[in-house]
């Protein structure tokens, strides 16, 4: 259903995401790793969230293409919203700048995809 350059761009996502928890972990313990490691999670399952709205393509026009992508943003937005207040209000012990840094440190393969085929 997922296209695999799809599911490698998530895969790489999530790597960047525990190596950034890793480093976390290292620098300012636990619960700064957690709260990085949450970050970059939230990004890739968007991503993921995407990637499957995205994929539903109703017909073979450009514009029920076009129209399959925008639902997938509008869901990769929803997916991150709920998932970023559910972290914060579930999670007391959030360190915010780690994850931000987590969910920006994830986001950064979105442009290093462009460098991967031409």
């Known amino acids: 259903m997922i296209h695999p350059k ?3 761009f998530i895969l790489i996502q999530l790597i960047v995401s525990l190596v950034f928890a890793v ?6 313990g636990s619960e700064a790793a957690i709260s990085g ?10 991503s993921l ?3 499957i709205r995205a994929s539903l ?13 925008y639902a997938g943003e509008r869901f990769k937005f929803m997916t991150t919203v709920i998932l970023m207040v559910v972290v914060a209000r ?10 931000l840094l987590g969910y920006m440190a ?13």
């Open 6 to 8: 799809i599911r490698k």
């Open 23 to 28: 480093g976390c972990e290292i620098g300012w």
């Open 37 to 46: 490691g949450l970050g970059g999670s939230i990004a890739a399952v968007a």
């Open 49 to 51: 969230a995407y990637a």
């Open 57 to 69: 393509v109703k017909g073979k026009t450009a514009q029920e293409w076009v129209h399959a992508q």
């Open 90 to 99: 579930v999670y007391s012990s959030l360190h915010w700048l780690e994850f």
């Open 106 to 118: 994830t986001l950064t393969v979105y442009f290093t995809a462009l460098l991967w085929e031409k």
